[in-house]
Nanobody, 126 residues
Framework: QAQLVESGGGLVHTGDSLRLSCVAS????????MGWFRQVPGKEREFVAA???????????EYVDSAKGRFTISRDDATNTLYLQMNSLKPEDTAVYYC????????????????WGQGTQVTVSS
């Protein structure tokens, strides 16, 4: 089966940085949109960032407003890995972050996702 495995979460202080990684396996995701969502207990899973690409590079990407200017989504085809670089972290960024993949970029933007990772905890102290 297809798998998405996240890593890189942790406990940091306000203003620190983290780099989340998502290693994909089980199938090729070259034709898939991929992204990151986050969720806190009792709340809906929130879209954070998404990216779609081909051999020519990134086609398009999108970020939640609160992440713009601080977070960067990227990929590495050589290692089949998706990244989320998070800078200037704030306590409100605290959540479980999930890697996501779907054949439809537009569906992902609407919260519809075919494949989810297991999640990695990000905690930002005040």
């Amino acid at each position: 089966q297809a798998q998405l495995v996240e890593s890189g979460g942790g406990l940091v202080h306000t203003g620190d940085s983290l780099r989340l990684s998502c290693v994909a396996s089980g199938r090729t995701f070259s034709a898939y949109a991929m992204g990151w969502f986050r969720q806190v207990p009792g709340k809906e899973r929130e879209f954070v960032a998404a990216i779609t690409w081909n051999s020519g590079g990134v086609i398009k990407s999108e970020y939640v407003d609160s992440a713009k200017g601080r977070f960067t989504i990227s990929r590495d085809d050589a290692t089949n890995t998706l990244y989320l670089q998070m800078n200037s972290l704030k306590p409100e960024d605290t959540a479980v972050y999930y890697c996501a993949a779907d054949v439809s970029y537009n569906a992902m933007l609407g919260g519809i996702v075919e494949f989810w990772g297991q999640g990695t905890q990000v905690t930002v102290s005040s």
